[in-house]
């Protein structure tokens, strides 16, 4: 156990729908990132967030958005689900700085339909 | 875009047999991180090697990292059934983002 809780599990959504996935940091740790993996691929890089901010981001459009609150949880929200957005979708927590190893959730699997 | 790349994609091994995957990066890395995935779950953290180590140990694993050849290796020593899994490297670059291949698919065989 990692100590990095994400909520839900599962989701069925239809496309145009909005969707909210939550992610619990692990204890001490400051810094949470968001990752899509699709089927039979390697984890995606969608954005990360430190202080509450984001600070960093990867190939994703607008649509996906994303917040970190006080206690270092952090939400990702896409707006008008496509198709393509059926993936895991994976949290990971660690402490900010170089060097610092990051740990992942459980994920929540997404299903667009 | 996939930036590393897991090499052989399939590993089909024996139980007690060594298992070595090999990995490539294109961009410079502060450091290197190996996950395992079981069955589209979670990814459970194996081990981190800095830019500025050559190999780490970590009981049945081992990693080399190759920062020239811009590669990684990792060893699993003595494999039991329960390996089998999605074996993923990650470089880690510009704020700390992790940049993954496609991953290696590692059966081991009872």
């Known amino acids: 156990e990692t100590g990095v809780t994400q909520s839900p599990t599962h989701l069925i959504k239809t496309r145009g729908q909005q969707v909210t996935l939550r992610c619990s940091s692990q204890s001490g740790h400051n810094t949470v990132s968001w990752y899509q993996q699709a089927l039979g691929q390697g984890p995606q890089f969608i954005f990360q967030?430190?202080?509450?901010?984001?600070?960093g981001r990867g190939n994703f459009p607008p649509r996906f958005s994303g917040l970190q609150f006080p206690n270092y949880s952090s939400e990702l929200n896409v707006n008008a689900l496509e198709l393509d957005d059926s993936a895991l979708y994976l949290c990971?927590?660690?402490?900010?700085?170089?060097?610092?190893?990051?740990?992942f959730g459980q994920g929540t699997r997404l299903t667009v339909v | 875009s996939q930036q590393g790349e897991e090499d052989p994609q399939a590993l089909s091994i024996q139980e007690g047999e060594n298992a070595t995957m090999n990995c490539s990066y294109k961009?410079?890395?502060?450091?290197l991180q190996w996950y395992r995935q079981n069955s589209g779950r979670g990814l459970v953290h194996l081990i981190l090697?800095?830019?500025?180590?050559r190999e780490k140990h970590s009981g049945r694993l081992r990693v080399t990292l190759d920062t020239s050849k811009k590669s990684s290796s990792l060893l699993i020593t003595a494999s039991r059934a329960a390996d089998t899994a999605s074996y993923f490297c990650?470089?880690?670059?510009?704020?700390?983002?992790?940049?993954f291949g496609k991953g290696i698919t590692l059966s081991v065989r009872p």
């Open positions: 967030y430190y202080r509450e901010e984001e600070n």
């Open positions: 961009t410079s890395i502060n450091n």
């Open positions: 990971a927590s660690r402490l900010q700085g170089l060097g610092t190893e990051a740990f």
């Open positions: 990650a470089g880690t670059g510009a704020n700390s983002k992790l940049t």
């Open positions: 090697i800095r830019s500025n180590e």
